[in-house]
């Protein structure tokens, strides 16, 4: 663990290891801290190195703990050992074709590579859910190969469309709503990845595994409206 | 009913927030002002979280199809009832019929209207406010506007004689001669620094960042809305790696490249890159979600125990309030 500290007076950012492959460690670490059930913890934020504990100070203070005992117990407990993950592996259904794959001939060009290749390394990849941010149901994956890494778009959208699977940097997102965007588009995803009537709104958690299947036009289309 | 005649310049559903879903990018929200919602639920008889109307400056206009008992509270406005003034921070019974109409905030940003029942929306993940940017939750996932239906809930039969005493009463209206005390903390000027933590990157700032952090002037610029206030003054080098995304929360000061801060407030997104340089104590809230475009504010550090102590006293101070409150309604 590399460092446990106060985000102000309400919440607790505890970090890790910057080399370490966290995820595993940032989801052992929320299991474990759900498992405690504190009624004084409010909320739990999974991101790539961290986890941040909103709490409620006067509950915290009616509850037997100061936030000093109270950290030290979380020292404690982030170094636990990790527990098998329950993590679920989804097949989401992309559409490279055009009109859903909005960059893919500049990301080829920029790659130097053909569009089949890239489109082949990206489906060969199997993402891990690092966090969901940005916006509800955003997934950023990990995972991407490295021969597709690049910068932002110089410019950025002012509407990525709903479903648009893009990448920049080292990451693979999803667009879960229209939504403005500097990402490279690849393709789109008919699933719905985000619905507040859903028992669980979102579709994918952090810690979460993905990995694409590639449909065509018509396929997309039989989903039905995203 | 509620029927809203002019959504004015933002007015929107809101209740506690909906805590508890932030792993999944859905930002807390809810009422700016926390203590002028829970007051003014208290006015009324309410539980502390039950919804009621944020007003942002100016403009809302709503309509009562039944009588109904209400409490503004928060920012300090015009709001008026058949062109009689309307006051603030008491229980008011509003005739059936009646109009109330909102000028131009004299104080403060956000006015708060509760009503004995609450504002019932249908309850998306936990809560009952609107998500404006996401475009769920309260009254269509957004700001009110004229001819918006606003349902209460069910209203039980407290403050008797109040109500007894608007049947006698000729006007649209009918308050007591008692308010609770316009919330401030106590013996403070309304122009006290803000008490800010460290934040988890402060220390990039280096010696004479963080003492222009403290000592300088910054003023809060119009892009400023529910999500963050935007601030204005000299200009801070943080000197850092890049940070990867990590949670944030209400009253974390981020620094950008610009060196201009942000100051997160509760539509914040769930999660930041940006250098964290502090983290207002949350004993601020009130005064954060009350600032607006052209207003100043300064900053001065504060330890997390006196963050802690602070909170807890002014919770006492809400219960003594509470209390109160309590006996008087009885008394009518």
């Known amino acids: ?226 | 009913m509620l029927k809203v005649l002019r959504g004015g310049q933002l007015s929107s559903v809101q209740d506690a927030g909906r805590m508890g879903f932030q792993a999944l990018g859905v930002t807390p929200g809810g009422a700016l002002d926390t203590v002028a919602l829970r007051v003014g639920n208290w006015l009324v008889g309410n539980a502390d979280h039950l919804a009621a109307i944020e007003m942002t400056w100016a403009g809302l206009q709503v309509s009562f199809t039944e009588d109904a008992l209400i409490a503004l509270t928060g920012a300090l406005a015009e709001v008026s009832c058949e062109a009689l003034s309307v006051p603030f921070w008491r229980p008011v019974w509003i005739r059936r019929g009646s109009v109330l109409q909102m000028g131009q905030v004299i104080e403060g940003a956000r006015v708060y209207l509760c009503v004995q029942g609450g504002i019932v929306t249908p309850t998306v993940m936990g809560g009952q406010g609107t998500d404006l940017r996401n475009r769920f939750g309260g009254h269509a996932g957004r700001a009110l506007k004229a001819g918006d239906t606003l349902v209460v809930g069910p209203q039980p039969n407290r403050y008797p004689r109040l109500h007894a005493g608007l049947q006698c009463s000729p006007a649209g209206f009918a308050s007591p001669p008692w308010q609770v005390s316009m919330w401030r903390d106590s013996g403070m000027p309304a122009d006290r620094p803000l008490r800010l933590l460290a934040g988890p990157q402060q220390s990039g700032l280096g010696r004479q960042g963080l003492e222009s952090l403290h000592s300088a002037q910054f003023l809060v610029l119009p892009q400023s809305d529910r999500q963050a206030l935007r601030l204005q003054g000299v200009a801070l080098k943080a000197r850092y790696d890049r940070q990867p995304s990590a949670g944030v929360c209400f009253g974390v000061l981020q620094l950008p490249p610009d060196g201009h801060p942000i100051l997160l407030l509760g539509d914040h997104q769930t999660t930041g890159g940006y250098p964290v340089i502090g983290v207002t104590a949350s004993v601020e809230r009130t005064r954060l979600a009350q600032l607006k475009p052209g207003d100043s504010v300064r900053f001065v550090p504060c330890g997390q125990d006196e963050a802690h102590r602070l909170l807890q006293e002014r919770e006492r101070r809400l219960m003594t309030i509470r209390r109160e409150l309590a006996q008087r309604a009885e008394c009518g």
């Open chain 1, 1 to 226: 663990m590399r460092r446990i500290g106060p985000l102000g007076d309400s919440a607790v950012l505890v970090e890790f290891e910057r080399d370490a492959a966290a995820a595993p460690t940032v989801q052992g670490f929320c299991a474990a801290l759900r498992a405690r059930g504190w009624p004084f913890m409010l909320d739990l934020v999974p991101a790539f190195r961290s986890v941040c504990i909103h709490y409620d100070p006067l509950r915290l203070d009616g509850s037997g703990w100061t936030p000093a005992t109270w950290f030290a117990e979380l020292e404690t407990l982030s170094s636990a050992p990790e527990t098998g993950s329950g993590a679920c592996l989804h097949r989401l259904p992309i559409c490279y074709e055009t009109g859903f794959g909005l960059d893919l001939d500049a990301v080829a060009q920029q790659l130097g590579a053909t569009v089949e290749t890239l489109i082949e390394q990206h489906l060969a990849a199997v993402y891990t859910v690092a966090m969901i941010g940005f916006a509800p149901g955003f997934p950023y994956l990990e995972g991407l190969p490295g021969r597709l890494r690049l910068p932002r778009r110089a410019t950025p959208r002012s509407r990525v469309p709903a479903g648009s699977v893009a990448i920049a940097e080292d990451l693979c997102g999803i667009y879960p709503v229209q939504l403005p965007g500097g990402w490279h588009v690849l393709g789109r995803t008919p699933v719905r990845l985000f619905d507040v009537h859903r028992h669980s709104p979102s579709l994918l958690q952090a810690g979460d595994r993905v990995q694409f299947e590639r449909i065509d036009g018509r396929q997309f289309e039989s989903f039905g409206p995203c």
